[in-house]
């Protein structure tokens, strides 16, 4: 006796041929014509099957035979409706079966019935290359596909992966009004030329992220504590308050040395230096980690918040400095007045080499060619910059929009080699696309093709990560990045960051 399990497939008619040719060989000995037939009919046993939404599985003794195994294969996630069922029959009634099925197939149909690609749906060669076709076959054919895709999947468009804003939330209807007041004051001082302050375009982008509530008058106060300390610093070492390179050498102090200031009541205040806060540095858990606001008032910053701080105290002296990019960092330098260029690391207080930024490991030549790493940006360059932060907050606080895009164009206005603003233009172009497919509820890979514009927006998207890998972009994981850091405390790098510090040092006292 034989035991069957009957179970749905829903009209898979490759399922349902599979089993008619693995129960054949099941039944060899005792079902010799069968066997014999088993090519012939089956198609025919097959348009039975599909037909009846049935799919024969044998067992024995309770247990699998590997046709069941490979049967479920086809399909793992289905869960059939139809309660399995065990039933019986003698051998003979195998034959009349079959016998029946070919009459069946031949009196519907007039025909075998032939397993081609069925209609609305695209055929795939063995390369995996999209067959299309043309004229009003292929229009009916778009058709048939949309339409299939509607019953398969709900109607209702699907909800992109990427936040986007909304315009009715609370939230933005309170604080979006923040970040377009920011854009805009530092569009206009941009434009005036004259007027470009890191300190202030610092504050209107960091007041922004922070909905308003960041006192103006508390930041210059503090601000104004750093300076009062600089300018202590000149005086103790007596060193000329006018020489550029006297100044720079004040502020690094700042970043280098624990200061011991004697109060009027005859008390010692201890002032230690800013330091890098190593717990999450690239401010993925907490992005006010990121804020220069947030290293006044702590002491602890990272490689965004520190060297726009010294920026800005450069300019309350009114000498340059510039702000130079490596993957994952940015850094300080100046040029003294004999023309000489330091790099100055603010993250642990020391001169370093060209030789240490390239040592990072994760410069290409390519970077190095286009001129995103270790070029120096100036105050209306970095000013610009402000419009990616600007773009990076408003998307962390409210979701994507076009905001993005403005941001990204204004920075490009004012400084096109800035490779963060194709960073920032890649995510959208994602997200854009990601919410194109989301329109028509994700369609199946092969589908894509009928609709132009995903593809339109798959080639956009795609031509704005060609332009960011071409320029030399690399993204430098956090734990490499902090082992290169602390390596500038080690070996040779830490001898020749000594020695440059003490030909500087001497330099600004002869």
């Known amino acids: 006796m034989q035991v069957f399990h009957i179970i749905d497939t829903h009209g898979d008619p490759t399922k349902s041929k599979f089993c008619f040719f693995a129960i054949a060989p099941v039944c060899r000995k005792k079902m010799l014509p069968l066997n014999i037939l088993s090519g012939f009919l089956s198609h025919a046993f097959s348009t039975f099957a599909s037909r009846k939404f049935l799919f024969v599985e044998k ?4 247990s699998l035979t590997p046709f069941g195994k490979l049967a479920k294969e086809l ?19 195998w034959v009349v079966l079959c016998f029946t099925t070919v009459l069946f197939s031949i009196a519907s149909f007039g025909q075998l019935p032939n397993y081609g690609v069925p209609h609305g749906q695209v055929q795939q060669n063995n390369n995996n290359s999209i067959h299309s076709h043309n004229g009003q076959d292929s229009y009916r054919e778009v058709e048939t596909i949309k339409k299939e895709t509607k019953k398969t999947k709900p109607k209702a468009v699907s909800a992109s992966r990427f936040r986007f804003s909304d315009v009715n939330s609370v939230d933005y209807k309170l604080n979006a009004g923040n970040y377009f007041k920011a854009f805009n004051e530092i569009n206009t001082m941009l434009s005036a030329d004259t007027s470009i302050t890191t300190k202030r375009a ?14 103006y008058d508390q930041y210059l106060k503090i601000i104004q504590k750093k300076v009062d300390l600089i300018k202590y610093i000149l005086k103790k070492e007596k060193l000329d308050s006018s020489n550029p ?37 690239f401010g993925e858990k907490d992005p006010t980690k990121n804020l220069v606001t947030k290293l006044l008032v702590t002491g602890s910053g990272q490689c965004r918040s520190m060297p726009l701080l010294y920026m800005i105290l450069a300019e309350e002296f009114k000498i340059k400095s510039y702000v130079s990019y490596s993957p994952q960092h940015s850094f300080i330098k100046f040029q003294t007045k004999n023309g000489n260029w330091y790099n100055f690391e603010t993250t642990n207080g020391r001169l370093t080499t060209d030789a240490f930024v390239l040592g990072s490991g994760f410069i290409k030549s390519e970077a190095l060619k286009s001129g995103i790493y270790n070029e120096p940006h100036n105050a209306k360059q970095v000013v610009a910059n402000l419009f990616i932060d600007l773009a990076n907050n408003y998307q962390e606080q409210f979701g ?3 905001f993005q895009q403005k941001c990204v164009d204004q920075n490009i206005k004012y400084n096109p080699n800035y ?6 233009q890649s995510n959208y172009q994602t997200a854009l696309t990601d919410l194109a497919l989301a329109q028509e509820n994700y369609p199946l890979l092969e589908y894509i093709p009928y609709y132009p514009f995903i593809v339109e927006q798959f080639k956009k998207r ?6 960011l890998d071409n320029s030399g972009f690399t993204s430098m994981p956090q734990e490499a990045y902090t082992e290169w850091l602390k390596s500038l405390k080690q070996g040779q790098e830490k001898q020749n960051s000594n020695d440059l510090k003490i030909k500087f040092t001497n330099q600004i006292k002869q």
């Open 59 to 62: 067992t024995t003794n309770k």
């Open 202 to 215: 610092v504050y209107i982008v960091e007041n922004a992220y922070l909905k308003d509530k960041l006192p």
């Open 419 to 424: 490779v963060y603003s194709k960073v920032v």
């Open 245 to 281: 390179d006297a100044i720079h050498y004040a502020i690094q102090k700042l970043y280098s040395d624990t200061l011991y200031i004697k109060q009027p009541n005859g008390t010692i205040k201890t002032i230690k230096p800013f330091h890098y806060d190593f717990n999450d540095p």
């Open 462 to 467: 795609d031509a704005f990560y060609d332009d």
């Open 400 to 402: 994507y929009d076009n």
């Open 75 to 93: 399909k793992p996630t289905h869960k059939t409706k139809t309660p399995a069922k065990i039933f019986s029959l003698p051998t003979p009634s």
